[in-house]
């Protein structure tokens, strides 16, 4: 079974989230690092998000596309990355969310991810 691991930490907070050209991002892309190498074998994809800022929010509303700058919700994480990851339990999936290094400081939701494609 697949499941999301879904990333939501403040992205406002320097500490939690540092610039790329600070000193502590670095090490935090260690601990990254540090989890991929220990986990690589369960994870189908992942990538981060660049910041809300840069979203667009889209709906159709009676027909009509409309687009929003922004994230669709105020929230105080936002979500700043993700993985799929192939796992035989749930329990499995909840303990490799454990190790992604901003589960310490943010919020990791881990989701099914269903197969439609199976016959």
């Known amino acids: 079974m697949k499941y999301a691991a879904l990333i939501y930490s403040d992205e406002t907070n ?4 540092p610039d790329p050209s600070s000193e502590a ?9 540090a989890f991929g190498e220990k986990h690589g074998a369960k994870l189908a994809a992942g990538e981060p998000l660049t ?23 105020e929230t105080k994480e936002q979500l700043g990355g993700f993985y799929i990851i192939d796992c035989d ?4 999936a ?3 969310a454990a190790d992604i290094p901003h ?16 016959g």
Do not use: C, W
Not at 14 to 17: D, G, L, S, Y
Not at 51 to 73: C, H, I, K, W, Y
Not at 103 to 109: I, L, N, R, Y
């Open 94 to 96: 909840i303990a490799i």
């Open 89 to 92: 339990t749930l329990d499995e």
């Open 14 to 17: 320097h500490e939690i989230n």
């Open 103 to 118: 589960a310490a400081t943010g919020t990791v939701e881990v989701r099914p991810v269903p197969d439609f494609h199976k």
């Open 25 to 33: 991002f670095g090490p935090m892309m260690a601990g990254y690092m």
């Open 51 to 73: 910041p809300t800022a840069m979203a667009t929010s889209v709906q159709v509303r009676n027909g009509e596309t409309l687009t929003t700058d922004g994230p669709f919700a």
